[in-house]
């Protein structure tokens, strides 16, 4: 069982997508638990305020320490965190290497930045691991928050279906997914490749290595070359 915090001061944009789907399912079964928690709950601030100005001025306002700092060492005193993520786009891109390796933990604290960003000294104090889910920027960091937590709960075993269906995705191999087709043979005048109707699984194989080649090999060069030196 994997365990979820996750800190926001806009919690609503959290709910639907932990209570759908996948990362429902893997809920329902046991697998994983996600817990969401309204920084403003622990704001000490009259008015339940939980951002600032910044020192040194600048546009955008800055989560400030207090609630952060309270809802971390209230949930901190409970469980014992393997990692405490924080979201944002000044850190390294998350990969699905990174997704493997949080699969096998167990309790994950993740942080959602929002506003201009947070105080350093949570980042300091708090958080063990930083990352970013692309070179863009959000207007806060559920939206990423929650793309870790369903890359990650995903590949716990038994979570997904097949069992096939996790380790045979793009990336775990270095290479980008084949074409895949379902019924019907043709639509539209448009037909399924032949050699996917075959039945000869080998041929299968070798189409589909092919395809993955010449398909990471033009729209992700850089991965490309990741893949020929593993080889
Ligand atoms: N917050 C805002 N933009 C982000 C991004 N690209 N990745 C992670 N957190 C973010």
Redesign the pocket.
């Known amino acids: 069982m994997i365990r979820f915090d996750l800190l926001s001061a806009v919690p609503d944009l959290l709910h639907s997508p932990l209570n759908h789907s996948i990362i429902k399912i893997a809920r329902e079964k046991g697998y994983a638990q996600t817990e969401v928690h309204n920084l403003r709950d622990y704001s000490a601030d009259k008015h339940k305020k939980v951002d600032d100005y910044p020192f040194g001025g600048g546009a955008g306002m800055v989560l400030t320490p207090q609630p952060v700092f309270d809802c971390h060492d209230a949930l901190a005193a409970q469980h014992r965190y393997d990692e405490v993520i924080f979201?944002?786009?000044d850190a390294p891109v998350f990969t699905q290497a990174d997704a493997n390796r949080l699969s096998l933990k167990s309790n994950i604290m993740i942080l959602c930045?929002h506003y201009k960003g947070v105080d350093q000294r949570i980042r300091d104090e708090i958080i063990t691991a930083e990352?970013?889910?692309?070179d863009?920027?959000?207007s806060?960091?559920e939206l990423?928050a929650l793309v870790v937590v369903d890359a990650v709960v995903r590949l716990i075993p038994g979570v997904i279906g097949d069992a096939e269906s996790a380790l045979s995705d793009s990336f775990m191999d270095d290479l980008l997914d084949a074409p895949q087709y379902t019924r019907p043979a043709e639509f539209r005048g448009l037909e399924v490749p032949e050699v996917l109707r075959s039945g000869d699984h080998k041929k299968i194989r070798e189409w589909r290595k092919r395809l993955s080649e010449e398909k990471t090999k033009s729209i992700r060069p850089d991965l490309y070359d990741i893949y020929l030196n593993n080889q």
Request: net charge neutral.
């Open positions: 979201m944002t786009p930045g990352y970013s889910i692309g863009y920027v959000l806060g960091g990423p």
